[in-house]
């Protein structure tokens, strides 16, 4: 197959797009698929990964972008459609990926369209809900619009969780089928748990018993909420974990000046990390799935997240993990304390957590991707079919 990923953001960005991207293609690669990916120029990023025109296999075409006000690592693309149009057009694709499109994946599902390519669109990131979040609530309607138009277009739109499929049909998006994340079993284990880095970290109470540490992976941005962590300070006997970086760190570090900051994570010090939680906390309501939940119950940690958004379908209330009423920060500080002074019921529930992501490959997953591709490419072609007939 040609296949051409038209990506909202990917490297040196790191974040769920781009990692389920790097996913995808280490297994297009495998079947030997031609892939092109178009996306943000990585110009004045952070240089954590760096910029190249070869990735996964992929040739990598990139276009202008400008940085997000507040948000210089996050950039947005532009550029006309037919800039666009005419990169397709050189290209061929069999089928046109939008990885959570919203400004460059606008452009990417018109040049698609007028070229009558099948497009297949992935809604991972709920945008219009941001808006209020960063003060822009009058912003969201008009997001709103954004995505109904992209995903109207689109032949499929993929969304990654029961939350957001019945999200997109109340905005009357057609077309629409689950299609969820894959978590690497073998990178995320129990046994990546780090005693000697706990000891650091956390240390022991008086007592001599090893302090509990409740942790968080993620962006430390405005829609994470993290700055909801605060209704867990103090809790006798805990240490909290911040892993992540993004632009509210450093007021985040004077909300919660008891709290361990580990910054920015990858490779195998993540899983090493998270797997030496002893209970892995997530306030953020606008997850369309949460892919760091997976990853924290793959190591055999159990959750207490919001229930809205992805958590709904990840975390199993009173097995795998709590959920809370989004908002009662009272009731998630309980679930902490209940978890933390219930050794049993916290073991039950991280056994129960680990359990149930068993069998979610990534390599099933995108087969499943692939099948989607195969589908629409066939749909389109019986169309044409169709249309020549007339």
């Known amino acids: 197959m040609r296949i051409a990923i038209v990506a909202e953001s990917f490297l040196p960005q790191m974040n769920g797009v781009t990692h ?21 120029s990585g110009e004045g990023a952070s240089g954590v990964f760096p910029v190249t025109e070869n990735v996964g296999g992929a040739r990598v075409v990139r276009m202008p972008a400008f ?8 950039r947005v693309a532009f550029g006309a459609v037919p800039k666009v149009k005419r990169i397709l057009r050189e290209f061929r694709p069999d089928v046109v990926h939008l990885a959570s499109p919203f400004e460059l994946g606008w452009r990417g599902v018109r040049a698609a369209h007028r070229l009558h390519l099948p497009t297949v669109a992935i809604y991972q990131t709920e945008v219009p809900g941001y808006a209020a979040r960063y003060g822009v609530p ?21 969304a990654p969780s ?21 978590v690497d079993t073998a990178r995320f284990s129990p046994a990546k748990r780090d005693e000697a880095w706990r000891e ?37 006997g805990t240490r909290l974990v911040i892993v992540g970086d993004g632009p509210l760190r450093a007021q985040l570090e004077a909300q919660l000046p008891d709290a361990h900051f580990a910054g920015f994570q990858s490779g195998d010090d993540l899983p ?11 306030p953020g309501e606008f997850e369309t799935f949460c892919q760091t939940i997976q990853e924290a119950m793959a190591c055999r940690v159990p959750v207490v997240a919001t229930g809205r958004g992805g958590p709904l379908d990840l975390v199993e209330n009173g097995r795998t993990g709590w959920l809370y009423t989004p908002g009662d920060l009272g009731q998630l500080r309980r679930f902490v304390q209940e978890l933390l002074d219930d050794d049993a019921t916290r073991a039950a529930f991280a056994d129960a957590a680990w359990q149930s992501v068993q069998g979610r490959s990534w390599r099933a997953i995108c087969e499943e991707l692939v099948g989607h591709y195969e589908d629409v490419i066939s749909q389109r072609g019986l169309r044409g079919v169709e249309t020549n007939a007339g």
């Open 162 to 182: 029961t939350f957001a499929v019945e999200q997109l049909r109340q905005h009357g998006i057609p077309r629409i089928e689950m299609w969820r994340r894959g």
């Open 138 to 158: 009058f912003l969201e309607n008009w997001a709103w619009q954004r995505v109904e138009n992209i995903h109207r277009l689109a032949d499929r739109t993929l």
């Open 67 to 74: 940085p997000m006000a507040g948000y210089p690592h996050v």
């Open 20 to 40: 389920s991207i790097l996913r995808i293609l280490d297994h297009l690669q495998e079947r030997g698929d031609d892939i092109l990916v178009i996306a943000p």
């Open 272 to 282: 090493r990390l998270l797997a030496s939680f002893d209970l892995f906390v997530h």
């Open 200 to 236: 650091a970290v956390a240390g022991r109470n008086p007592d001599g018993s090893p302090v509990k540490i409740i942790g968080y992976v993620g962006r430390l941005a405005v829609e994470k909420q993290v700055e909801d962590l605060t209704v867990l300070s103090g809790l006798p």
